[in-house]
């Protein structure tokens, strides 16, 4: 079984751009989840999404938005990038197990995005 | 707000050995779930072990075994055995049951020495 993957590996921005990170869900998982892990500071939650809605965030900017295709898959957009946006981002999937209930989460290899 | 605190930022153990990581955290519900994840320098945050707050078992996998304190809501990671393969960060996360953002811990890098 295939685990969740994500491109690209690597990232290289200039401040003000925008970025555009994928991530594809293990086969059979419906939620997908943004993680954020900078340098020092641990992982602190993005998004989540679940058939094709964002179901929750965290204390992030506007600026930081996504999507869920109907395939599952996902996309993590950052617009008008900052330097301290710099880090590592995963990408998690897991299975519904119920109303409100979400199953184990599994992590990508991650992409890691450099702001210079 | 829940937290989660990982007091040793490193750790290390001889191979063969076992090895203790910590965790606490804080929250007023009962009903939740507790993670360990290992991340080798390859980036990929693997599961390690999983526990369910209503179960007063500790769980295992092989070499791994939780010693989950509800009461005092303390949640160690042993490793048995030790391996080389087993150097890398351990994060500990709780993930609410009306919820699904996981809050991690700041992680411990353990080191292995052969």
């Known amino acids: 079984e295939a685990g969740v993957t994500q491109s690209p590996t690597h990232l290289i921005k200039t401040r003000g751009q925008q970025a555009t990170l994928r991530c594809s869900p293990i086969s059979g998982h419906t939620s997908v989840y943004w993680y954020q892990q900078a340098l020092g500071l641990g992982l602190q939650f993005l998004l989540w999404y679940d058939e094709g809605e964002e179901r929750n965030r965290g204390n992030f900017p506007p600026r930081f938005s996504g999507r869920q295709f109907p395939n599952y898959s996902s996309e993590l957009n950052v617009n008008a990038l900052e330097l301290e946006d710099s880090a590592l981002y995963l990408c998690?999937?897991?299975?519904?197990?119920?109303?409100?209930?979400?199953?184990?989460?599994?992590f990508g290899p991650g992409t890691r995005l450099t702001v210079l | 707000a829940q937290t989660v605190t990982q007091s040793q930022p490193e750790m290390s153990v001889q191979e063969a050995e076992t090895v203790t990581l910590s965790c606490t955290y804080d929250?007023?519900?009962?009903?939740?779930?507790l993670f360990w994840y290992k991340q080798p320098p390859s980036r990929q945050m693997i599961l390690v072990i999983r526990q369910e707050a209503y179960k007063q078992q500790n769980a295992t996998e092989n070499r791994f075994s939780v010693n989950f304190q509800k009461a005092a809501k303390s949640f160690s990671l042993k490793i048995s055995d030790s391996q080389l393969g087993d150097a890398a960060m351990y994060f500990c996360?709780?993930?609410?049951?009306?919820?699904?953002?996981?809050?991690f811990g700041a992680g411990t890098r353990l080191t292995v020495k052969p």
């Open positions: 998690a999937s897991s299975r519904v197990a119920g109303p409100l209930r979400t199953d184990t989460q599994y």
């Open positions: 996360a709780y993930r609410s049951a009306s919820s699904n953002d996981m809050r």
């Open positions: 929250t007023s519900e009962s009903d939740y779930y």
